[in-house]
């Protein structure tokens, strides 16, 4: 396979116990899809919680038009081009998923910082749940009772499915 980027050509390694491709020149990274929540899930490499925090604190909840960072780069592993995708729905993370395999592209240091925005999440999520959950159980009964119709509804039951889990698979 060839780096999108680059064009060297990509080295198979572990990462987590799994096995993705690397560009030595760029330093990008491959994942096939499906790859990214064991990858997750697995936690051998662990971050500082200073850099975690660091992280979390610096990445805001923005907007990005992904119509302007949208590249489409070509597939390594089918040919496909990619599109953008804001990482966790508006992290900030610009990561380049595969129209066709559905595999993800991480530019160099992409796929530490999702790590680390994970971890830090997940230290507070169990705050930021228990201050807001007044008004997630007020949706969730909206949502349940399909009082919030077409988008809107869609929009709220994807937060919800967010918030329980759902952080972890950029197809969510």
Not at 23 to 36: A, I, K, P, S
Not at 74 to 100: E, F, H, S, W
Request: some cysteine; overall charge negative; proline content about 4%.
């Amino acid at each position: 396979m060839q780096c999108p980027v680059c064009r060297e050509t990509l080295r198979t390694i572990e990462y987590e116990g799994i096995e993705i491709e690397t560009c030595d020149e760029c330093e990008g990274e491959w994942l096939d899809h499906g790859e990214l929540p064991k990858i997750l899930q697995r936690r051998e490499v662990q971050f500082d919680e200073e850099e975690r925090r660091a992280l979390v604190n610096a990445t805001k909840i923005k907007g990005v038009p992904l119509k302007d960072v949208d590249r489409d780069l070509p597939c390594p592993k089918c040919g496909a081009t990619t599109d953008a995708i804001n990482y966790g729905g508006n992290t900030g993370i610009i990561l380049d998923r595969c129209t066709g395999c559905k595999g993800i592209w991480f530019d160099g240091g992409e796929l530490e910082k999702v790590q680390m925005l994970i971890e830090g999440w997940e230290e507070t999520i169990g705050q930021d749940v228990k201050k807001h959950a007044p008004d997630l159980r007020r949706i969730e009964r909206k949502v349940a009772t399909s009082e919030l119709r077409g988008r809107r509804r869609g929009f709220y039951a994807g937060f919800l499915s967010l918030i329980s889990g759902g952080i972890l698979d950029p197809d969510n």
